[in-house]
């Protein structure tokens, strides 16, 4: 009796049952890997943040042996407000990227595209920047996200130079953070657009802005087609430059481009995420903290308010 009711009794799985599993199996599937895919996102962005973290920190530590912060591209060229502009070699930059000085004045990349290609700018970005003997670690300058490619004008941006996703603000160069505390604007700087909105702020002639350092930009994570692996493959963070917003990316559109999170590292050493729209430009952001800036309409009152704001380098070019 005993044989016949366990011999007898079932070792498989009816159709039935097998459909009911595989189905259980596919709604969990269906369900998990999108949080999956999100919490993917989240830890590149928590690296990401942690990256431009590290590079202020270490730019901290460049200061306090330096007395300022180091050369950035804009700063060489810019001393045409005060004369000739600079040329840029390797190892007078914070990223260690450099430009070809022709005999016009005018300069040209001596890199050749892809970028992540070439072995000199592999050489070049970011070992011989004057901030890689503090931040040794190849890896902290790159987006987990950001992969070397052909840059493209998308939301996320395409394919980055392999080397570097970050920009520095440009005009902060061989300046101390202790003489960022505020700005006394010489001419008329009106109608500066703010991010993710119509609104404008203007700022007027003898009007002193006075900085927070808790919010005045210092690094910022750059879209790859505007600047960074565009026609300039440097770290130079400028006015018509443009944020990346990888990060997050919320559904839908308007007339700047859906809303993601960019990592944004500030003057006080603190890094964040915040969310704003894909298209914003570095302008928006400066005018955002009252920050001038030389690339706008307005022209030559903006050069008046860069020359006062600027670091000018005494002397003539060393080499």
């Known amino acids: 009796m005993i044989r016949r009711l366990y011999g007898s009794r079932r070792l498989a799985f009816t159709l039935v049952e097998l459909l009911v599993v595989i189905s259980i199996i596919g709604i969990l599937i269906a369900v998990l890997v999108p949080s999956l895919s999100k919490a993917r996102k989240q830890a590149a962005g928590v690296v990401c943040q942690s990256n431009v973290r590290s590079l202020m920190t ?16 804009s700063l060489f060229y810019f001393q045409l407000l005060f004369g000739e502009s600079w040329p ?33 700018f592999a050489e070049d970005v970011p070992k011989r920047g004057t901030l890689f003997p503090y931040v040794k670690d190849e890896r902290v300058y ?58 404008t702020r203007s700022f007027h002639a003898g009007q002193v802005v006075r900085f927070t350092p808790a919010s005045f930009v210092t690094f910022v994570e750059e879209h790859p087609k505007t600047n960074i692996n565009g026609d300039w493959p440097d770290g130079n963070f400028n ?61 030559g009152p903006d050069q008046a308010n860069m020359a006062a704001f600027l670091k000018e380098i005494p002397g003539t070019c060393p080499w």
């Open 58 to 73: 270490g730019m901290n530590v460049y200061v306090a042996d330096q007395g300022a912060f180091p050369g950035t591209h």
């Open 88 to 120: 840029r070699v390797s190892g007078v930059t914070w990223d260690g990227a450099r430009d070809k000085l022709n005999d016009d004045l005018s300069f040209t990349v001596p890199y050749s595209k892809p970028f992540h290609t070439d072995p000199e």
């Open 142 to 199: 790159v987006c987990p996200t950001d992969r070397p490619g052909v840059s493209t004008d998308t939301v996320d941006g395409g394919g980055g130079n392999g080397r570097l996703s970050y920009g520095f603000n440009a005009y902060i160069g061989y300046r101390s953070p202790d003489s960022l505390g505020s700005f006394r604007y010489i001419a008329d700087s009106l109608n500066n657009k703010l991010p993710g909105t119509n609104a």
């Open 239 to 299: 006015g018509l430059d443009r944020i990346a917003t990888r990060h997050l990316l919320q559904p839908g559109s308007s007339e700047d481009g859906p809303k993601g999170r960019v990592s944004i590292a500030y003057l006080d050493g603190h890094a964040d995420a915040p969310t704003y729209p894909s298209r914003t430009l570095g302008r928006e952001l400066f005018a955002e903290f009252g920050q001038p800036y030389i690339w706008r309409d307005g022209g």
